[in-house]
């Protein structure tokens, strides 16, 4: 029996899975990672602290299953993480997070060349990221941009300068035309900077023997194109319908609908990446989870739901938000927090929390709707909200569509699909 792995790269964590060619689940391993350095507008991380969990994930995954069976492996990552690299690989600075902003300089540059609706508009795109490393590196350095997945893989085949037509997106890719769009040239970028953009699934190249030997894994295991984290969520949750929809629910919030075609609007933080012949189109908030960590553990978040009435709708207004700053439905760097005024009874504030999302999603869906996606008639749920169930139905009477947990939830099974692909 073939088992094929997927690697996903969240806020919080590394996970992997191995399935079979059936998408039956044959084992799985994680490993925290620390927070990212955070002040103001940067948050950067060390991309060597991505490395060191994926190889302690690998090696756990594969202590607990066939690992001989292996035969493929993919990665996703957080979208818009970037990092540049010299020619070998070697990150030359700490890598910048989905959510850094500082910016914006960089992205009126990238404003006053780019179309209305690229996805590389703002102060949290890759490509803004990469013209900011860029002003803060030694000229002449510079081999490679790269994001989170992309670095990871190149790690594991031990091939750099390749990415995947949906982390390359907020880079400047043409997800339409399937190109670097002529108008990146008047950004003066050196020569051979961007990657190579390879579909998701695609092969890539093998395990390097070494690194194999290492993990516990057969030679010969083939390296495939991954996506991102989002993406491969939606991957596992098996939409694949217009109309069907997901929101994943993890440290941020992502809605993603199946659409005929493609929808773009830097106004809206609205992009679209392929699937197959269709498109996911969506947004990422940057409401989510790390909101409700801010007040609350997860037991807590436990005890307190089941105080709450999802039938009864609270009074509070917010907008939550764990910083300035939001990316979709509303694009405005600037944007605060609503977090108050808080109650004293913790299940009303909670409520107001999850109540306030709700909204962001209402707004979210109807928005995209607007702009010539279907509306959901159903919404699955991924990541670690879809567990509350006190959630899944203030969010269902908020959205007047039935919320439902996916049957396959995680990114990293989605990443695995990835990996099966590209091993036929």
């Known amino acids: 029996m073939n088992l094929y792995v997927g690697i996903d790269l969240g806020t919080s964590g590394c996970r992997a899975i191995a ?110 990221k990469l013209l900011w490393l860029l002003d803060h590196t030694t000229p002449g350095k510079a081999g490679f941009a790269l994001h989170q997945a992309d670095w990871v893989t190149g790690r594991l085949c031990g091939r750099f300068g390749f990415s995947d037509s949906n982390n390359a997106l907020k880079l400047g890719y043409d997800p339409v035309q399937r190109c670097w769009p002529a108008w990146l040239a008047k950004l003066g970028l050196p020569g051979g900077l961007l990657p190579e953009v390879r579909e998701p699934g695609t092969p890539l190249g093998e395990l390097l023997p070494k690194l194999a030997r290492r993990l516990g894994l057969p030679a010969g295991v083939r390296i495939v194109a991954g996506t991102t984290d ?24 992502v809605l993603k609908v199946v659409s005929h075609r493609p929808l773009f609007s830097s106004r809206y933080g609205i992009y679209s990446q392929p699937l197959g012949d269709a498109w996911l189109a969506g947004g990422a908030s940057n ?114 569509v039935p919320v439902c947990a996916a049957r396959h939830g995680e990114a990293a099974y989605g990443a695995a699909l990835l990996a099966r692909r590209g091993a036929a």
């Open 19 to 128: 399935i079979d060619a059936a998408g039956g689940t044959h084992g799985s391993a994680a490993c925290p990672l620390p927070a990212p350095v955070r002040s103001g507008g940067r948050v950067e991380q060390d991309p060597e602290i991505w490395w060191e969990a994926v190889v302690a994930t690998l090696r756990r995954l594969s202590a607990g299953i066939d690992a001989g069976a292996v035969r493929s492996l993919a990665v996703d990552g957080t979208s818009s993480t970037t990092l540049l690299t010299d020619a070998d690989g070697h990150p030359l600075a700490p890598a910048l997070m989905y959510d850094d902003t500082r910016a914006k300089e960089q992205a009126r540059r990238i404003e006053a060349l780019s179309p209305s609706d690229s996805a590389a508009r703002g102060a949290g795109s890759a490509l803004a």
């Open 230 to 253: 989002s993406t491969a969520a939606a991957i596992a949750s098996g939409v694949s319908r217009p109309g069907d929809a997901v929101t994943s629910l993890g440290s941020t919030m």
């Open 287 to 400: 409401s989510g989870g790390a909101v409700l960590r801010r007040f609350f553990s997860d037991e807590q978040l436990e005890r307190i739901s089941a105080r709450i009435d999802p039938r009864r709708r609270g009074c509070l207004e917010y907008y939550p938000l764990p910083a300035p700053g939001e990316r979709f439905p509303v694009a405005d760097p600037g944007l605060q927090p609503r977090l108050t005024p808080r109650p004293r009874d913790d299940a009303r504030f909670l409520q107001g929390l999850l109540e306030g999302m709700a909204r962001i999603e209402r707004r979210g869906y109807r928005l995209l709707a607007e702009l010539g996606a279907p509306a959901p008639v159903a919404v699955r749920t991924v990541g670690g909200g879809a567990r509350n169930g006190v959630w899944s139905e203030i969010r269902s009477r908020f959205l007047g």
